[in-house]
């Protein structure tokens, strides 16, 4: 009886970098998969930037694009500004206290679900906004929400 192959993870978190350059590196498509537990395929791509009304934000489309999305950014404003913009293309707000400076989700009208984090990292207010187009549980979004804090 031969052994099952195993590989080694192909994903090494950021841990808080110093300067942000990129959105992939905050949150792999497998741990999407494990938090939401569903098979999703097509891996993780990094966008082209985007500018904002507060800046620059770095783009990574899972499943190209059909699971989801995460955008990560530095914010002129403050947390709960961030959250306040981020909540209006939402229904039925769920706040998520202890995570970040700031975190909610909720559903949004075209976009499935919003899980949108704030947290001051490196002398910035940076913020992580992951749209999910799959349905989860509210703790799969808080799990998805605390590694993404933990990560800005």
Do not use: N, W
């Amino acid at each position: 009886m031969s052994k099952p192959k195993t590989t080694a993870p192909t994903f090494t978190p950021a841990a808080s970098p110093a300067t942000l350059t990129a959105a992939c590196p905050f949150l792999s498509a497998e741990e999407i998969m494990q938090a939401l537990t569903q098979v999703l395929t097509g891996g993780s791509t990094e966008q082209d930037p985007v500018q904002t009304g507060v800046g620059k934000a770095y783009s990574c489309d899972y499943g190209t694009g059909l699971t989801g999305s995460l955008f990560v950014a530095t914010d002129s404003s403050t947390p709960a500004r961030f959250l306040s913009r981020s909540e209006r293309d939402c229904a039925d707000v769920v706040p998520m206290p202890g995570i970040g400076e700031g975190a909610m989700h909720c559903e949004t009208k075209d976009a499935g679900t919003e899980i949108a984090v704030a947290k001051h990292s490196h002398g910035q207010l940076r913020t992580a906004t992951l749209f999910v187009r799959s349905e989860g549980r509210a703790d799969s979004y808080t799990t998805l929400a605390k590694l993404l804090a933990d990560r800005l």
